[in-house]
């Protein structure tokens, strides 16, 4: 009699049921599975900076993410293990408890998790591992360049693909096998949004939110006028605000793909709705960047090598969290960073911009601050966008630098973002003490 064979799906970036190709697989060839997530924040790079493992808003964004999953699994008579552990250790115990033969994941970017991986494969030697591209719109295989040979800049890589069209989403899972019959592990084990958290927010965490704001913004023409409002400070309806559900795989970059194309196709076609394909594919080639470049990615030399004459100042590093350097536009920007989990791409480009210039910090504390507090966190588009602002990354330039009164003039004019945001509450000078640690009066 043939033997059963028995998988583990390791949910990480893809917390749904709709375009899964890697979950697709799973259903395929297991005859039991069993659906496993591990909040692991030994891996993020915030702790090594003396950082928290992660903000509050982020936080419950995961946290609803993983219950609206734990209730599409339900749905189709699953469940969702959830384990608050050491990734490879959590995992290593499963396989072992359940004599799992196939371990399944969808491709991740992070250097760390595929270290996780690949020490895994390394130890289990009878186990079959599956890991399946379901973050991005292309597979490797579609690309017309292997990763060694990624283009050098987002243009080049832009021209490269252009003639290939984003891999079609796939339907959405609506059956997958049952756990083992003898498992006897809390399958329903899931990490409930607290009921007494403090604040509220637009974005809500979960593949049910993502399709319907997803769905509710192509219903609307907003698309069409994204290349004149995406540079906003402010305002919900500037910008798609798809990035949350994006970034913890709540939605399938290849199904917004989708949506934009049918919106081109049924409603309208202009420069604004090719501007959201352009960011797109922005955020496609910062995740293969990050694939080539593997640890390189937080090196503080970048990919290029270089050594920015920049350093580690605390009482800096306080200030700019806590929104009260000598710079308002930068101060509110930060306070609404740190309140909300969330910030505008100008936002981000403009502290990132005074972080690296006026503050002369190193460009990986800022990086890892971002890591801790946005709900839309991201590590290929987070630390290569870092990269690429402090001239260290995949650009020509040697680093981006914000006119930070130019800034303000132009996007801030009236000043009521700095207002609402309280950004002009406490100027103080950037040091407290002189080269000599003599106070600064």
Known sequence: MKKQRTGIFWFTNDLRLHDNPALM???????????VYVIDFSWRSSSQYSLSSSGKRSKLFLQESLNDLSQSLNAIGQQLLVIDSNAFIALEDLIKRIDASDLFRSDNAGWYENRTWQALKENNDAVNFHSVDSHTLFDLESLPFGLANLPSSF???KNA?????PLTPIEAISFLPLPPPNCDINLGHVYK????????NQFKGGETHGLAHLNDYFATEKPQTYKQTRNAIDGWDNSTKLSPWLANG???????MSTLSQYEKNTAANESTYWINFELLWREYFQWYAHKNGSKLFSFSGIKGLSPLNSYYPERFQKWINGSTPYPLVNACMNELRETGYLSNRGRQIVASCFVNELAMDWRYGAAYFE???IDYDVASNWANWQYLAG??????????????KQTQQFDPDGRYITLWNGDLSLLPLDSVDAADWPIS
Do not use: W, Y
Not at 161 to 165: A, D, Q, R, T
Not at 193 to 200: C, G
């Open 193 to 200: 949004p607290p009921t007494n958290h403090q604040f509220s």
């Open 392 to 405: 260290v990354g995949a650009d020509t330039r040697d680093k981006r630098h914000f006119n930070l009164e």
């Open 250 to 256: 709540c939605l399938s970059a290849r199904t917004v």
């Open 372 to 374: 801790q507090v946005l």
């Open 155 to 157: 243009t080049k890589f």
């Open 161 to 165: 693909v252009s003639n290939i069209e």
């Open 25 to 35: 697989r799973a259903n395929i060839m297991v005859d039991c599975l069993v659906c």
